[in-house]
């Protein structure tokens, strides 16, 4: 078992199967570029915790992925962001939630690990803080792409469109009507209830929005330390005010001297698992390996039908993946030379 | 087998010279919650409503840090945050960030049972309570002259001391407040198990005296403060920001899955190891009916009642 550095990033977990070809491209040729910049800087005896932090940033600036600039929106069209960051070593960590202003979320969770007595602050008082340290803040309007306007705007049309199947027995006819609000549902079968129509159950659709949730990396440095960050905009559509896994210490991050975990997808089941904290439990208790660790926590822990994808790093110098959902845009590379950026495919041997 | 409780109202440097008449309000008020707990578990409520009404007694009581009582922001206002969590289900949920809700705990649930989310916070938390018609009153409501007194001394205390060991910027509040008897106490939370052996765990608090506003400590978070599975349920109190490193409440449970621990030596383990000294207490059931409340602090208030007829109310060691 040698040691020796290694890093993971990814760029969310759930992605939309009939994502275009030049899409993929696209998100590969990003990931790669962060990786290197990761792997350059690493190469440069920055330690984890700046590592992560940078390699994060990227992410956050790129409206490819789903924190700072290209967050998924609030029911009422806003962005409002979450981070947290954990040293392993110390297992100092900080967290944001709630931003609305502030260009890169995770840099904020690391003042708050290292310039506040505190390790989490939310929205006006986060805010706050962060006009007090003089980080970059810009208008809401920065972080709002076109794009997720559009899938806003599909995933509240989703929650309400329901096709009812209907059934007229002489003659013997079916055929599906689409409705967009349950009244107009009933409104619809009274009237043909009247006329001798039977009907069958309604199949409501609730529209799958594909918007693979948050962005993180891990990394252990040539001195065998390790961390872990991870940034969100949430989830598509979420109530303002609504926190997910990502900066919940121990569910969407967590990192400690064994290894450093960063989980994406279903924020709601990865905070019932503590998903992070549970790959690293179960190495410390059950002394099982990194992927045997992630692989155990991904079968036994999550809800069941939830989609998560986790990344992880051991002090080791090894890397872990595991992910249940239909991709995961990630990038992976060691010192012993292996480098790989993937969005299919589970990474098990 | 059989029915277990186990509430606290928080751990903390509860001096020994604690006026009497400090100490048997508290006391008294644990022995009632304690009675309303055990009321409700015989008379075969769930678990999750038993620990919602208790930890609704807690908060309505001045007395402790947590609803009408709860300690003040450095702006001198009140922010209160809840959690509650069904150990069968694992459904949870978390609120933080209150001002006007009465009953953080009844909101937190509300957040589990009327959302598809776990978890919400500050503005879009208090919209969610008008929505929902909860009682809320005037933010004034929950201040005492207590907790104004206590905001005082601990800015007093701020400016007194000089942290040099500390990468602080000078005028960001230090996190080594001078112990000053009762001020650091923190939150209020109850465990129950039926004796079908259904868990559930809930906690509720202000928070930390002059904390900077926005400010977010454990236990709104699901393996921090608050944490119920189907083995266990816990409630931690103490120093936020050590029981967040520390993944407390999950690491009890953890520790009894992965190692086989019983529900004392994953809890002992916890307090005496993961979190340094002065920093935590916690109450836990287990599934088997079991209660184990240890700190590492001078004191917790607490108390705890099984099926088999043995009660307890204490402060300090015994």
Request: glycine fraction near 10%; charged fraction near 20%; charge should be negative.
């Amino acid at each position: 078992m040698g040691r020796g550095w290694a890093i993971a990033l990814h760029g969310g977990a759930g992605i939309d199967p009939n994502i275009t070809l030049h899409r993929q491209q696209e998100a590969k040729e990003h990931l790669s570029r962060y990786l290197n910049l990761g792997v350059s800087a690493i190469r440069s005896s920055l330690p984890a915790n700046d590592v992560v932090e940078l390699v994060v940033r990227e992410l956050e600036s790129d409206p490819l992925f789903n924190s700072g600039k290209g967050s998924a929106l609030t029911e009422k069209g806003t962005v409002e962001m979450d981070a947290s960051i954990m040293d392993g070593t110390r297992r100092r960590c900080g967290a944001v939630s709630g931003l609305m202003r502030v260009k890169n979320p995770v840099s904020l969770a690391r003042l708050v690990m290292e310039k506040s007595p505190h390790s989490y602050l939310a929205f006006s008082g986060a805010e706050e803080f962060a006009r007090q340290q003089g980080v970059e803040l810009v208008d809401n309007e920065y972080f709002i792409t076109d794009e997720n306007r559009k899938m806003l705007k599909l995933a509240q049309d989703a929650n309400t469109i329901m096709v009812v199947h209907f059934h007229l027995i002489f003659p013997n006819i079916h055929f599906l009507l689409f409705f967009i609000n349950l009244n107009f549902v009933h409104a619809t079968m009274i009237v043909l209830l009247k006329i001798g129509w039977q009907f069958d159950n309604s199949i409501p659709i609730t529209g799958h929005a594909y918007l693979p949730e948050t962005v993180g990396c891990v990394v252990v440095d040539g001195q065998g330390r390790c961390a872990a960050a991870t940034s969100t905009g949430g989830l598509m559509n979420k109530m303002s005010g609504r926190i997910g896994d990502t900066p919940l210490i121990g569910s969407g991050t967590y990192a400690c001297n064994l290894c450093g975990v960063s989980c994406t997808g279903e924020g709601e089941a990865i905070i019932r698992a503590t998903l992070a904290r549970d790959v690293a439990a179960v190495m410390e208790y059950k002394g099982l390996g990194l992927q045997e660790a992630v692989d155990f926590v991904l079968k036994e822990k999550l809800d069941d039908g939830a989609e998560a994808g986790i990344i992880a790093v051991s002090r080791e110098g090894e890397v872990a993946c595991g992910f249940n959902s239909i991709g995961m845009f990630r990038g992976f590379a060691t010192e012993d030379g292996f480098m790989e950026v993937a969005i299919w495919d589970s990474m098990k041997q | 087998m059989g029915w277990a409780i186990a509430l606290h109202g928080g751990a903390g440097d509860i001096p020994h010279s604690l006026p009497p008449e400090r100490r048997l309000t508290r006391e008294a008020c644990l022995r009632h919650c304690l009675q309303i707990g055990v009321d409700a578990l015989t008379s075969r409520k769930s678990p999750l409503d038993v620990v919602e009404l208790v930890v609704r007694e807690l908060e309505n009581n001045p007395h402790f840090n947590a609803g009408r009582g709860s300690v003040l922001t450095t702006s001198g206002t009140v922010e209160m945050e809840a959690c509650i969590m069904d150990g069968k289900s694992m459904r949870c949920g978390a609120v933080s960030g209150l001002t006007t809700v009465v009953n953080a705990i009844s909101l937190s649930r509300l957040v589990m049972e009327k959302t598809p989310h776990i978890y919400l916070g500050f503005k879009g938390a208090e919209a969610f309570a008008r929505e929902q018609g909860i009682e809320t009153v005037d933010a004034s409501h929950f201040i005492t002259q207590e907790n104004v007194e206590r905001l005082k001394q601990a800015k007093e205390a701020n400016r007194v001391q000089v942290d040099y060991t500390q990468p602080v910027e000078k005028d960001v509040k230090r996190d080594e407040l001078k112990p000053d008897g009762d001020s650091q106490i923190g939150t209020v939370g109850c465990v129950a198990v039926d004796s079908e052996g259904n868990l559930a765990a809930a906690t509720s608090t202000g928070g930390l005296v002059n904390k900077m506003v926005g400010r977010i400590g454990d236990t709104p978070i699901i393996g921090a403060g608050t944490y119920a599975n189907s083995l266990c349920a816990v409630s931690a109190t103490g120093k936020g920001e050590a029981i967040i490193r520390g993944t407390v409440a999950r690491d009890v449970a953890a520790l009894m899955e992965f190692k086989g621990m019983s529900l004392q030596e994953a809890a002992a383990l916890v307090v005496g190891d993961r979190v340094p000294k002065g920093h935590v207490g916690l109450v836990a059931v287990s599934a088997t009916g079991e209660v184990t409340m240890p700190f590492n602090t001078t004191g917790m208030f607490r108390a705890c009642a099984t099926e088999d007829g043995h009660s307890e109310i204490a402060i300090w060691d015994s």
